[in-house]
Structures are given as structure tokens and as C-alpha cells.
């Protein structure tokens, strides 16, 4: 017949049937039923305390994992804002460069009608006022400030009127009276 100690798989426990039968033969059946009773509290104590460590390093291990997926879910949450202040600097660089191109566009308009102004003044002064008037303010606050009121286009329109109705009428020629 097979010893019930060959069959199990932990060599330990092997170990402790092969133990257990020998102090069998020695001490008779009687006593090792009483050493194992003495025996059995301490057994208890010692599976208790085995348990508990399995249930720490359990605990251990779900605080480790929760820490993990925290960590994992702070690097995505830090890669996601990062990719939102990338967005929002693309979004006010491209502002930047309209508002400049805005700016740059309204400075050169404004210096092209004032120079121009300047240059046809001698010979029609109507078209120098029309030029250098309200209408460069106009345009210069259309490009520059990016908005157009009402007040400003009659402003111009007036300027316009009042140029053309100031301007002396031409002068017949000598020999004519």
C-alpha cells in the first residue's frame, strides 16, 4: 500500500507526515495524539499570523496597483493639459500674426495716402484733403482697431462734399475778356 504522504505536492508537507509518523512509532498513539492537541493552538497561532501577512501583502499590492493607475491617470491627465497649451499657444500665435499683418497692413495704407496726399497737394488740393481726410482715419481704424462704425463713413463722405464745394472753380483763360 502507498504511503498518503507521496501524493501531495508540497514537499513541506511531505515533510511533516514523514516527521509525524516517526514520533507515531516512538511515542505510541496515545501520546502523539496529545502532543498534537498541545500542538494544534500553536498551529492556529502560526496560520492566523500567515494569513494575516498574505492579507498585508495583498493590501500591499492593491495600494501599489491603485497608486499605479493614479500616477498613470495624473500622466494623462498633465499630457492632455499640455496638448490644450499647445493648442491655446497655436490659437494666439496665429492671433498675433493676424493682428500684426493688421497692423503692419494699416501703417503702410496710412503712409501711402498721407505721402500721397502730400505729393498731388500743390496741384488739386480737393483730392489732397480726400486723400489725407477722414477716409484715411477710416481705413486706418478698419485695418488697425478691426472695426468700422457708421459715423465714420459719413465723416468721410462730408469731407469728401465739403473738399469739392471749397475748391475755387477753374479760372478762364487770359485772352478770353
Known amino acids: 500500500m502507498t504511503d498518503p ?10 515533510a511533516g507526515f514523514a516527521i509525524a509518523a ?13 502532543a498534537l492537541k498541545a500542538l494544534e493552538p500553536q498551529l492556529k497561532r502560526e496560520h492566523q499570523a500567515r494569513m494575516k501577512q498574505l492579507d498585508n501583502e495583498r493590501a500591499l499590492a492593491e495600494q501599489r496597483h491603485a497608486a499605479a493607475e493614479a500616477a498613470a ?10 496638448g490644450e497649451r499647445a493648442a491655446r499657444d497655436a490659437e494666439r500665435r496665429r492671433s498675433h500674426v ?7 497692413s494699416g501703417v503702410v495704407l496710412s503712409l501711402a495716402l498721407l505721402s ?3 505729393v498731388v497737394a500743390p496741384a488739386q488740393p480737393w483730392l489732397s484733403a480726400c486723400l489725407c481726410g477722414p477716409s484715411l482715419l477710416a481705413l486706418a481704424k478698419i485695418f488697425v482697431l478691426r472695426r468700422s462704425d457708421a459715423g465714420d463713413i459719413r ?3 462730408r469731407a469728401a462734399r465739403e473738399a469739392a464745394t471749397a475748391v475755387a472753380p477753374p479760372q478762364p483763360p487770359q485772352g478770353a475778356v
Open 5 to 14: 504522504a507521496d501524493n501531495l505536492p508540497d514537499p513541506s508537507i511531505h
Open 22 to 34: 516517526q514520533w507515531g512509532e516512538a511515542l505510541g498513539a496515545e501520546k502523539l495524539e496529545i
Open 73 to 82: 491617470s495624473r500622466t494623462a491627465a498633465m499630457e492632455k493639459s499640455a
Open 98 to 104: 493676424y493682428r500684426m499683418s493688421g497692423l503692419i
Open 116 to 118: 500721397a496726399g502730400v
Open 155 to 157: 465723416a468721410s463722405e
